[in-house]
């Protein structure tokens, strides 16, 4: 059975910073990209950042380049977004996701004063 489950999520104000991290099981982890996406009510889950599994680069929208980075612990089957400078417009709720059609339960990042 496939799981990813985020945690890190919170309220943070603006400029502050946030790791957010998803650790993976049942599956080999080493074989996947592994994605964070977000998503606010109303709207379609925006794909945030990309990690491969192999020496490809990484990945970012043009919304959070420069500020955040994607990492992956392919010891801990675990994959992280660190969100640094973080502003009102990336309030959301974050999920990861191995491409393969399974996600996680997502957690909730809210930024405000």
């Known amino acids: 059975q496939v799981l990813l489950v985020e945690s890190g999520g919170g309220l943070v104000q603006p400029g502050g910073s946030l790791r957010l991290s998803c650790a993976a099981s049942?599956?080999?982890?080493?074989?996947?990209?592994m994605s964070w996406y977000r998503q606010v009510p109303g709207k379609e889950r925006e794909l945030v950042a990309t990690i491969f599994n192999t020496y490809m680069p990484t990945r970012y929208a043009p919304s959070v380049k420069g500020r955040f980075t994607i990492s992956r612990d392919n010891a801990k089957n675990t994959v992280y977004l660190q969100m640094n400078s973080m502003k009102p417009e990336d309030t959301a709720v974050y999920y990861c996701s191995n491409g393969a059609g399974d996600w996680g339960q997502g957690t909730q990042v809210t930024v405000s004063s």
């Open positions: 049942g599956f080999t982890f080493t074989r996947y990209a």
